[in-house]
T-cell receptor
């Protein structure tokens, strides 16, 4: 299994500002993923972050809005840039191992409210 | 984009009854996973079923997978009030390592 922590757990931000969310894993993992969960909705994959390469973004998400760093095998950050109220969501990181057949574990999430 | 559709969207049952949730997906998969989420908190992994498996059990949970119909079901037997949560299926499209989530089922178990 994997134990994942996220910081901050929640934040209230002003429109136009940026917030960086940190994700720390207790073991080395190949792949990390960032998801967004809008109020009352399911999870939507934002991007896949592999160590040593650029993040791969899903349709509808762009690097300028959601820059991601993956400096090592246990850590990643997601920045939500130039925020608007529509960015109010829970942001979750998750980890998995390549090759299939591996459980994907999730962090506790970061609750973001943009005013 | 979301791959999975779940039904029902919401389910309300009495404690002790069984709850069944269904998940349909669109493409070939390696694995399907079920998760529980309480009140917008983090996701708890319940069970993983591989594409070559048809049924798995874990405690009061029973999961089936029909790859020919591209569907899965989650059965919770003898439900408890503590089972009240949202349940999501997630599939990894064959050839990729990313999981795409279904729309979810909100389960309410009445004491």
């Amino acid at each position: 299994s994997a134990v994942i922590s996220q910081k901050p757990s929640r934040d209230i931000c002003q429109r136009g500002t940026s917030l960086t969310i940190q994700c720390q894993v207790d073991s080395q993992v190949t792949m990390m993923f960032w998801y967004r969960q809008q109020p009352g909705q399911s999870l939507t994959l934002i991007a896949t972050a592999n160590q040593g390469s650029e993040a791969t973004y899903e349709s509808g998400f762009v690097i300028d809005k959601f820059p991601i760093s993956r400096p090592n095998l246990t850590f990643s950050t997601l920045t939500v840039s130039n925020m608007s109220p529509e960015d109010s969501s829970i942001y979750l990181c998750s980890v998995g191992k390549g090759g299939g057949g591996e459980t994907q574990y999730f962090g506790p999430g970061t609750r973001l409210l943009v005013l | 984009s979301q791959q999975g559709e779940e039904d029902p969207q919401a389910l309300s049952i009495q404690e002790g009854e069984n709850a069944t949730m269904n998940c349909s997906y669109k493409t070939s998969i390696n694995n399907l996973q079920w998760y529980r989420q309480n009140s917008g908190r983090g996701l708890v992994h319940l069970i993983l079923i591989r594409s070559n498996e048809r049924e798995k059990h874990s405690g009061r949970l029973r999961v089936t997978l029909d790859t020919s119909k591209k569907s899965s079901s989650l059965l919770i037997t003898a439900s408890r009030a503590a089972d009240t949560a949202s349940y999501f299926c997630a599939t990894d499209e064959r050839g990729t390592y990313k999981y795409i989530f279904g729309t979810g089922t909100r389960l309410k178990v009445l004491a």
